[in-house]
C-alpha cells in the first residue's frame, strides 16, 4: 500500500550487460513510444506510463517497474525485458525478476476464448465473436489487436503459452505450438466478456483465414494482448487501408474525437464488400473498389494516399495498413518525399504478397 492507500507491487530484475549505455537511447525511444514521458538524470533513465512506472538504473544495472495492479507490472515486464532483448542481443543477457509476482507462471495477456457467433459480414469478410473471462486488459494500454493462437488440422490441441521468470511467453516445443497470427479487436464488450473480430477470407491457403471460414461456437482459440502502439492524437487524419486494415481504420472512425477531420480511404474487392461503418468524426470515407484486380496488385490506394495535399497547420497524422508493397510506396512518400516524421505517420504491412504469417510492420 502507499501513502495514496492503493496496491503497490514493485519488481526489480538485474541487466548482467557491458553495455548498457550503448542501448539506453535506443531503449528510451522505443519507450517513449508507448506514451512513457521519460526523465533522465545522472546515472538514471526513469518512465511513466499511464499503467505504471520504470526505471533503468545504469550505475547498479538493475531495471525497476511499478504498477498499481497485476496488469500493469505484467505489461511492464513484458515490455522492459522485451525492449532490451531487442537491443542487447550481442550479448547474452538473462532476465530474471524478484518481487512481486515473481513466481506468477500466468501469462497475464493470454485467454483462452470460445466462438459464441458467427456472421458473414460480407462476402469475403466473417465477424467471429468470442467470450472468455475477465477481459478488461484488452482495452488497456491503447493496443488495438490481438496474436491469435489457432489450433491447426496439424496440431488441433496445441499447448498454450505460459509466463518465464524474464516476464516474457515461454512457448511449448514446435510439435505443440499453436498457429499465431495477428488480428484486430473490432470491438470489445466488457460488460459482457465479448471480443469481436473481422476475418478476411483470402485466396491462398492460410491457417487464420481456413480458421475462421470453417468456425462455429463452441469452437476454441487462445489470445495474447493487447498489442501495439496507442494511436497518437491529431485534428486532421489520413486513414488507408485494405481489408486486413479496414477494422482497425473503422474502429478509430468510431473512436477519435467528433472534431476530427480528414480523409479516408478503404481498399476492397468489389462494391460487395462494402458495410456499414459508425463513422463518429468528421473524416470523410471512400470505397476504392479493385473490381477484379487481386488483393496486393493494385496500387490505387497507394496512389490515392499519395495525390492527397497535407494541411499545413494543426497537429496531423498519417496512418495506412495494408499489403507490403503498397505500405512501403506510402512510407516512402510520407517520410522521404514530404519529410514527415515518424511521430506523424505510420504505414505498416499487414500482409505481404506470397508470405506466410506476417506479424508485424
Ligand atoms: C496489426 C495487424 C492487424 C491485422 N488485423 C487483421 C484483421 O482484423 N482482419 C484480417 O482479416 N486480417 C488482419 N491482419 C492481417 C492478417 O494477419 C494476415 O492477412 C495474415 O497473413 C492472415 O493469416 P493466414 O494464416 O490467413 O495467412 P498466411 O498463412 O499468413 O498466408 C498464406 C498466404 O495467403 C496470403 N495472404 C495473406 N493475407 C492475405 C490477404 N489479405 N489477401 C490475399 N492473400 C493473403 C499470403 O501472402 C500467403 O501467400 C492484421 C495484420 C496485422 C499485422
Redesign the pocket.
Known amino acids: 500500500m502507499n501513502d495514496e492507500g492503493t496496491i503497490e507491487l514493485n519488481c526489480e530484475a538485474r541487466l548482467n550487460l557491458r553495455n548498457l549505455p550503448a542501448y539506453i537511447d535506443r531503449i528510451r525511444e522505443r519507450l517513449e513510444s508507448y506514451d512513457a514521458e521519460a526523465t533522465q538524470r545522472e546515472g538514471r533513465v526513469d518512465f511513466r506510463f499511464a499503467f505504471g512506472e520504470a526505471t533503468f538504473d545504469m550505475s547498479k544495472l538493475i531495471m525497476r517497474a511499478r504498477a498499481s495492479d497485476r496488469d500493469g507490472l505484467a505489461r511492464l515486464k513484458d515490455l522492459l525485458a522485451t525492449t532490451v532483448e531487442m537491443y542487447a542481443k550481442e550479448e547474452s543477457l538473462e532476465i530474471s525478476w524478484s518481487g512481486d509476482l515473481a513466481d506468477d507462471t500466468r501469462l497475464a495477456q493470454f485467454r483462452e476464448m470460445e466462438v459464441v457467433d458467427v456472421h458473414a459480414l460480407t462476402p469475403n469478410m466473417r465477424r467471429i465473436r468470442f467470450s472468455g473471462e475477465n477481459l478488461a486488459r484488452f482495452g488497456k494500454f491503447g493496443g488495438m489487436?490481438l496474436r491469435m493462437l489457432f489450433p491447426s488440422q496439424d496440431m488441433p490441441d496445441p499447448i498454450w503459452p505460459s509466463l518465464g521468470a524474464n516476464g516474457l511467453p515461454v512457448w511449448p516445443s514446435d510439435a505443440q505450438r499453436p498457429?499465431a497470427?495477428?488480428?484486430?479487436i473490432?470491438k470489445l464488450d466488457l460488460g459482457r466478456d465479448l471480443i469481436e473480430?473481422?476475418?478476411?477470407i483470402?485466396?491462398?491457403?492460410?491457417?487464420?483465414?481456413?480458421w475462421a471460414a470453417r468456425a462455429a461456437p463452441g469452437k476454441k482459440l487462445g489470445v495474447m494482448g493487447p498489442?501495439?502502439r496507442p494511436v497518437r492524437r491529431a485534428s486532421w487524419f489520413l486513414l488507408g487501408a485494405?481489408?486486413?486494415?479496414l477494422?482497425?481504420l473503422a474502429r478509430l472512425l468510431e473512436t477519435l474525437p467528433a472534431e476530427t477531420k480528414g480523409i479516408a480511404f478503404v481498399e476492397i474487392a468489389d462494391d460487395g464488400e462494402r458495410h456499414a461503418i459508425d463513422n463518429k468524426t468528421g473524416i470523410e470515407l471512400s470505397w476504392l473498389p479493385r473490381n477484379g484486380v487481386p488483393?496486393?496488385e493494385d496500387m490505387r490506394l497507394a496512389d490515392a494516399i499519395r495525390t492527397v495535399s497535407w494541411p499545413r497547420t494543426g497537429s496531423t497524422f498519417g496512418w495506412f495498413?495494408a499489403e507490403g508493397t503498397a505500405a512501403r510506396l506510402v512510407r516512402e512518400h510520407w517520410r522521404e518525399t514530404l519529410s514527415l516524421g515518424r511521430d506523424e505517420t505510420l504505414a505498416?504491412a499487414?500482409?505481404?504478397?506470397?508470405?506466410?504469417?506476417?506479424?508485424?510492420?
Open positions: 489487436h498457429t497470427r495477428i488480428y484486430t473490432r473480430v473481422d476475418f478476411l483470402h485466396p491462398g491457403e492460410g491457417v487464420g483465414s481456413a498489442l501495439g485494405d481489408e486486413t486494415g477494422p482497425a488483393a496486393g495498413a505498416a499487414y500482409w505481404r504478397r506470397g508470405v506466410t504469417g506476417v506479424m508485424a510492420a
